[in-house]
T-cell receptor
Framework: GQQVMQIPQYQHVQEGEDFTTYCNSS?????IQWYKQRPGGHPVFLIQ?????EVKKQKRLTFQFGEAKKNSSLHITATQTTDVGTYFC???????????FGEGTQLTVNP | NAGVTQTPKFQVLKTGQSMTLQCAQD?????MSWYRQDPGMGLRLIHY???????DQGEVPNGYNVSRSTTEDFPLRLLSAAPSQTSVYFC???????????FGEGSWLTVV
């Protein structure tokens, strides 16, 4: 099946610094979803990108889908301690039945 | 609105024991799935279902059984627990066709 590779695996930042995580695939993705999981919690849906070159913003979070639909990124501007957690990208198969997750980027924010 | 409810939250099993992780959703979602999460390995799909009476295998199905007799419930059965099945298990549901997926709060399972 499809594989999505996510980098970096870990990221430590000082509060106020920016953060970016990348999701890459060797094949064209039908769509991409992003999730956030707080320590000890469960994944929570953030957003879905479907169109080539799509850019969506949620306050300090910016999500991009590559023009070739083979990569995606999540950028957080001016991180806060509330941003701590693991961010996952996930691709849904064309049939809509299976969700394949990247390995996640674990973000820690030093106050 | 309870969303996705998983029980139990914590469980310790001895090797060879069997048990069932329960999952129920009250959102009338067609699609339900089970994932396991291990450190550094993200979430891996165990089994999924696109509707009552229909189930299929995911990436890591060995050692697990599922059934979907109703839209609401999707239990995961461990047939003969092994230490390798020590993990956090998440149940998830959504409308089919790639809508928002809702996760339960997780079940922490330890097999000794």
């Amino acid at each position: 099946g499809q594989q999505v590779m996510q980098i970096p695996q870990y990221q430590h930042v000082q509060e106020g610094e920016d953060f970016t995580t990348y999701c890459n695939s060797s094949t064209t993705l039908s769509n991409i979803q992003w999730y956030k999981q707080r320590p000890g919690g469960h994944p929570v849906f953030l957003i879905q990108l479907v169109k080539s070159g799509e850019v969506k913003k949620q306050k300090r979070l910016t999500f991009q889908f590559g023009e070739a639909k083979k990569n995606s990124s999540l950028h957080i501007t001016a991180t806060q301690t509330t941003d701590v957690g693991t961010y996952f990208c996930a691709e849904i198969e064309t049939s809509g039945s299976r969700l394949t997750f990247g390995e996640g980027t674990q973000l820690t924010v030093n106050p | 609105n309870a969303g996705v409810t998983q029980t139990p939250k914590f469980q310790v099993l001895k090797t060879g024991q069997s048990m069932t992780l329960q999952c129920a959703q009250d959102m009338n979602h067609e699609y339900m799935s089970w994932y396991r999460q291990d450190p550094g390995m993200g979430l891996r799909l165990i089994h999924y279902s696109v509707g009552a009476g229909i189930t299929d295998q995911g990436e890591v199905p060995n050692g697990y059984n599922v059934s979907r007799s109703t839209t609401e419930d999707f239990p995961l059965r461990l047939l003969s627990a092994a230490p390798s099945q020590t993990s956090v298990y998440f149940c998830a549901s959504s409308y089919v066709r790639g809508n928002t997926i809702y996760f339960g709060e997780g079940s922490w399972l330890t097999v000794v």
